[in-house]
């Protein structure tokens, strides 16, 4: 059962993103949006934890939010909209939103 | 001699009204004269950012705001040096002109104050 791990808190001020990063399993998914685009940010240990996940997990981050707030996206994530964040939620069996 | 206030703004621009409202507080003081000192500190120093497009998620520029502090008399803008390294920003050039502190500088800058307001 593949799970979709949904953030949207900043990973500078809690813990969410590296609580998730450790329990995620070898079928999950991860999707940033909202303040949680941050981990994007280029020089920091986010970013860096995330480069280094194994391939087989996907991470996708929301373009708009990316934009928002000037981020440039690594290549290691696959961009989406709203229509496609729709799409992963469906694709996957259930979806972790980390309230 | 009216007293004097440090707002310290630790939310990002997009999360929420937080950033808004630490601003406003700053600019309502200066059109006061008040003396305001203001404090960027966590994830509010991605406030200073200066690529931001807030329009994409239809919301204002709060950059076009924070230029408008010295205007209004507030003219004691400080950085934590600390979450701009946490962050990977202490290269990256800030949108307004802010003195960085260290951690022992902000103390420092909280005792100094009469009276501080942490948003």
């Known amino acids: 059962m593949a799970t979709l791990h949904v953030l949207s808190h900043s990973p500078f001020t809690d813990s969410r993103l590296s609580s998730c990063l450790r329990i995620l399993g070898s079928q999950d998914a991860l999707l940033l949006c909202g303040d949680a685009v941050y981990a994007l940010q280029d020089g920091s240990a986010q970013r860096q934890a995330l480069e280094l996940m194994p391939e087989n997990i996907a991470l996708y981050a929301l373009n708009e939010d990316v934009q928002a707030r000037g981020l440039l996206c690594p290549t290691r994530l696959k961009q989406v909209d709203y229509p ?16 | 001699m009216s007293k004097s206030l440090l707002i310290i703004s630790r939310q990002a621009p997009c999360s929420g009204p937080g950033a808004r409202e630490a601003l406003d507080i700053a600019l309502a003081g200066g059109a006061f004269d008040l003396p305001i000192g203001l404090l960027f500190l966590d994830d509010g120093v991605f406030q200073l950012s200066s690529a931001q497009q807030p329009a994409t998620l239809q919301q ?29 920003l202490q290269d990256q050039p800030s949108s307004l002109a802010v003195e960085r502190l260290d951690d022992s500088s902000i103390s420092a800058l909280i005792d100094r104050y009469d009276q501080v307001i942490t948003l």
């Open chain 1, 84 to 99: 496609g964040f729709v799409a992963l939620s469906c694709q996957y069996d259930k979806v972790n939103t980390w309230l």
């Open chain 2, 60 to 88: 204002k520029d709060l950059s076009a705001n924070l230029q408008a502090l010295p205007m209004f008399g507030v003219e004691a803008l400080y950085v934590s040096q600390r979450s701009l390294a946490e962050r990977g």
